[in-house]
Antibody, heavy 122, light 107 residues
Framework: EVQLLESGGGLVQPGGSLRLSCAASGFTFNIYAMSWVRQAPGKGLEWVST????????YYVDSVKGRFTISRDNSKNTLYLQMNSLRAEDTAVYYCAKDRLVVRDLGEFDYWGQGTLVTVSS | DIQMTQSPSSLSASVGDRVTITCRAS??????LNWYQQKPGKAPNLLIYAASSLQGGVPSRFSGSGSGTDFTLTISSLQPEDFATYYC?????????FGGGTKVQIK
């Protein structure tokens, strides 16, 4: 059974940093691209970032480029999102999600974690 | 960036109704269109990928159609567990983008 378990969310002041983690199990982690998708309170879904299975390719939405870094440790089956220079508009539930296909880095997401809430406020 | 526009933003329907949700892309995305269902407090769930392929475990009352810029999600006979918010998502190019969502409510 595929499981994705996020952690690391919390309350942080504007300009602060936070690192999210997503522990994966139940599938061959190192052959699938993984992504972060966020959802601001009461709002829709927003793709944030994707990393290829090997970790060699990364992709970001413009609003987080230069501030967020996606990474993975395939020996630990864990995905990360390092978030720096946080802003109020980054407040959201952050989901990690698994790409459905091995052959594409950027596709549809067939498994999602339960989400972790990041609140940026003074 | 490719903009995804869903309509309607909300609808009210009864159990047993046929429901259709529309998603329009700001440029052609071929068939790189996916649909998700999200219930309150839960993560999204993939229903349809590649415009018309049913994800495993999803009931056959859900179907998708379209290509290019115009797509539809149809629920042939609405069930109580289908009351939720539905999102389309394009996977044609980065940034990956979602529609604004369609909330399906009980009439």
């Amino acid at each position: 059974e595929v499981q994705l378990l996020e952690s690391g969310g919390g309350l942080v002041q504007p300009g602060g940093s936070l690192r999210l983690s997503c522990a994966a199990s139940g599938f061959t982690f190192n052959i699938y691209a993984m992504s972060w998708v966020r959802q601001a309170p009461g709002k829709g879904l927003e793709w944030v970032s994707t990393i290829s299975g090997s970790g060699g390719a990364t992709y970001y939405v413009d609003s987080v480029k230069g501030r967020f870094t996606i990474s993975r440790d395939n020996s630990k089956n864990t995905l990360y999102l390092q978030m720096n220079s946080l802003r109020a508009e980054d407040t959201a539930v952050y989901y990690c999600a698994k790409d459905r296909l091995v052959v594409r880095d950027l596709g549809e997401f067939d498994y999602w974690g339960q989400g972790t809430l990041v609140t940026v406020s003074s | 960036d490719i903009q995804m526009t869903q309509s309607p933003s909300s609808l009210s329907a009864s159990v047993g109704d046929r429901v259709t949700i529309t998603c329009r892309a700001s440029q052609s995305i071929s068939s790189y269109l996916n649909w998700y269902q999200q219930k309150p407090g839960k993560a999204p769930n993939l229903l349809i990928y590649a415009a018309s392929s049913l994800q495993g475990g999803v009931p056959s009352r859900f179907s998708g159609s379209g290509s290019g810029t115009d797509f539809t999600l149809t629920i042939s006979s609405l069930q109580p567990e289908d009351f939720a918010t539905y999102y389309c998502q394009q996977s044609y190019s980065t940034p990956l983008t979602f529609g604004g969502g369609t909330k399906v409510q009980i009439k």
